[in-house]
């Protein structure tokens, strides 16, 4: 194994790295990321794994993830870039996190894992789990996308809905890890190496330069996290410039990193039809406020109706993509005006996925 954990809060390693957390309730980071080398890009490889000399595994668990298109699309007057992740096997950017985490748990001997999500995660890690041949079980909310739920059984993992909040879930989920390995998108810090590579990709497609902005969904934060990593390590790496600015966006329902970027009063959340964004507490919110600031870029909050005319307008340019991706195409129409050079869109998650039952007030 390439990785150690250590607790970026109180500086204590763990002294088995099976641990889902630290012993103060801190999540880990990695006790050292490995340095971009352009040089040592592997072109025979396809997908993410061409950059398997900055991931930290040696064993490789894929499905293809990786290498998405990035395609120009015009909205609201203007042109911007789409990354097209939620092409993903699995139909959502998850899977980027999901290889490299599934990887080290095969590295480590794991043989059973739980893990608590609202549908894209559980979906990508019980797709990943079936490859590796490792036993998944998923806490998934009740009233989850029925969509996503036939997904992660149909790969052949056991499905827990849990009544109640998504909270609730990943209480049940860690309750369980007792007697499993607790296989977490967002505790673990080894997803967020995986989605570093999307950073990778935008700059390479852009013939090695950052784009001026990247505009994303947010709801624990960790994509938004793993991209600013992603492009600090190009920039530490002097293959680009600059980093982009990050506009992170979450739905006006349940907006905690968007109220705490504003300095406004918390409230209470509500239900939303973004629901993969949908989460009260972010585990890693002081890291991800602190690299939207770094880079100059801005929390933003839409309301569902917009959300859903983002993604009826931008399924007119021949893109489908669930609600939870359409929250960054609706934060378009409020950026647009003060938007130069190239900026890129991260769409997530896959149209598919999404509840049938969902439209738009104006339709």
Not at 28 to 43: G, H, K, N, V, Y
Not at 53 to 77: D, H, N, Q
């Amino acid at each position: 194994m390439r990785f150690g954990f250590r607790c970026p809060r109180c500086a204590k390693a763990p002294a088995n790295v099976q641990r889902w957390r630290c012993e103060c309730g801190a999540p880990f980071a990695l006790e050292d990321s490995l340095p971009f080398q352009r040089e040592a890009i592997d072109t025979g490889i396809p997908g993410m794994w061409r950059y398997r000399a900055m991931l930290p595994v040696t064993e490789i668990i894929s499905l293809g993830e990786g290498c998405t298109p990035l395609v120009e699309v015009e909205l609201y007057g203007g042109k911007v870039a789409c990354k097209l992740d939620y092409l993903a096997p699995t139909g959502s950017f998850k899977d980027r996190g999901t290889s490299v985490l599934v990887s080290a748990l095969v590295e480590m001997g794991i043989k059973r894992v739980v893990e608590d999500s609202s549908g894209n995660a559980g979906a990508s890690l019980a797709a990943y789990c079936a490859r590796a041949g490792i036993e998944a079980q998923i806490y998934v909310p009740a009233h989850a996308s029925p969509e996503k739920l036939a997904q992660i059984e149909a790969y052949g993992a056991k499905l827990i809905p849990i009544t109640g909040p998504r909270e609730r879930a990943a209480q049940a989920a860690q309750k369980a890890a007792e007697r499993g390995y607790y296989a977490s998108h967002y505790w673990n810090p080894l997803p967020l190496e995986g989605i570093k590579t999307e950073a990778y990709e935008i700059c390479e497609a852009l013939a090695w330069r950052a784009p001026e902005t990247v505009i994303v969904p947010v709801g624990q934060g960790t994509h938004l996290l793993a991209l600013y990593r992603g492009f600090r390590d190009l920039l530490e790496a002097k293959v680009i410039k600059n980093i982009p600015r990050l506009y992170g966006v979450q739905a006006i329902g349940c907006a905690p990193l968007y109220e705490a970027f504003q300095g406004h009063a918390p409230i209470s959340p509500r239900p939303t039809v973004a629901e993969g964004i949908s989460i009260r507490e972010p585990i890693r919110r002081r890291e991800v406020l602190e690299a939207v600031r770094a880079t100059e870029g801005e929390m933003l909050a839409v309301t569902d109706e917009e959300t859903l005319q983002a993604r009826d307008i931008i399924a007119r340019r021949g893109l489908y993509v669930e609600p939870t991706s359409a929250v960054a195409v609706a934060a378009l129409k409020q950026l647009s005006p003060h938007l130069e050079g190239v900026n890129v869109i991260s769409l997530t998650g896959s149209g598919l996925k999404s509840p049938k039952e969902h439209k738009c007030r104006d339709e």
